[in-house]
């Protein structure tokens, strides 16, 4: 039994943070927090107030855990792949710290709130902070994604220079096509990289690079799969 | 001999009710089963996609015929490709207490 669970749990798909405990306690809590507001909206009575005030304090405290909960997802993510560059990831696992202990800060100071102005502060202090994240989880996703890349890359590469030394394959015409993609592929993980480093604020609202980045990942992806494609049938040839 | 003297026992009324519902069952059955052999035999004979050689996939057979010293590199890289990873920034509302 404790076998087939092992097995079961190797298999399965991870789940993604959007179903994490703390996310959903955020979500709970966040859903309260739009219903207090309308019906405050409706009597503005002082027991309304009060209650909207008590769950903002509630969902802030959430909000911040889960946004820690999910940078520590990140950051145990990151060493998988961080010898493909070992020190631009440990600089963002380290920005990463930094701020789950902020977020961690945060979240206890949100129950101790107790007027409007505070909260106001609060949430300005916040969205400041926010920019920061946002840049920091958005590059700490395409910093890892061109890591685990960046070594397919590598590894075929090294393929490539096997299959040149091979006394097997006796062509070599494919060698400049071959490096010359490889070449592409670093490019475009580069560029990909470059828009993580671009300026990231404008008037107070974060301007995502990410889509930017995911494009030149997904075009690096697909030149990986022609590379790997041409390598393998080059090997095939070879065989007949 | 399949023993049906317990059938006396059961009221006539009842076994022409099962008799029907499995007559109609068995009808529907088949009508269901010549149908489907129909329409399978009226389908249009599908015409093959043309397959760009540049555009080509190593299939999983394709692997298998890469030379035995290259295999297990191959295999690895073909298995390494096909991870992805997860962005999964959760989204969450920055303007509360605004």
């Known amino acids: 039994m404790l076998i087939l669970f092992f097995v079961l749990s190797l298999i399965l798909p991870q789940p993604s943070f959007a179903q994490s405990q703390e996310y959903f306690k955020y979500q709970e809590n966040y859903q309260i927090f739009i219903e207090k507001t309308n019906v405050n909206n409706t009597y503005h009575s002082i027991s309304t107030q009060k209650e909207l005030f008590e769950i903002t304090k509630k969902t802030l405290n959430t909000r911040e855990l889960a946004l820690k909960s999910y940078l520590n997802s990140l950051k145990t993510r990151l060493p998988q792949y961080q010898s493909a560059n070992p020190e631009a990831t440990q600089k963002l696992i380290d920005q990463l710290q930094q701020l789950e202990v902020w977020l961690d800060q945060k979240a206890q100071s949100a129950l101790t709130l107790n007027s409007d102005p505070d909260l106001k502060n609060y949430a300005l202090e916040f969205s400041t902070k926010y920019l920061e994240i946002q840049q920091a989880a958005y590059s700490s996703l395409v910093q890892h994604e061109v890591n685990q890349k960046t070594l397919v890359l590598n590894e075929l590469d090294t393929l490539a220079q096997l299959m040149k030394t091979s006394p097997s394959i006796k062509n070599q015409d494919w060698l400049p096509d071959i490096e010359a993609t490889s070449s592409q592929i670093k490019a475009k993980l580069s560029e990909s990289l470059l828009e993580t480093v671009s300026p990231q604020y404008n008037h107070q609202e974060f301007n995502s690079f990410y889509a930017d980045s995911k494009e030149y990942l997904n075009e690096a992806q697909q030149l990986l799969t022609k590379m790997f494609s041409n390598l393998t049938i080059i090997l095939i040839k070879s065989k007949s | ?98």
Not at chain 2, 78 to 85: A, F, H, P, R
Request: no cysteine.
């Open chain 2, 1 to 98: 001999m399949i023993q049906l003297s317990f059938l006396k026992t059961i009221d006539k009324k009842y076994l022409i009710i099962i008799g029907l519902f499995i007559f109609f069952t068995l009808v529907l059955v088949l009508s269901t089963s010549i149908q489907n052999q129909k329409t399978q035999t009226n389908l249009p004979t599908p015409t093959p996609t043309p397959v760009l050689a540049t555009q080509k996939q190593p299939m999983t057979n394709d692997l298998n015929q890469v030379p035995t010293e290259f295999y297990e590199t191959v295999n690895k890289i073909n298995q390494n490709l096909k991870i992805t990873v997860q962005d999964d920034f959760p989204q969450i509302d920055s303007k509360i207490g605004f």
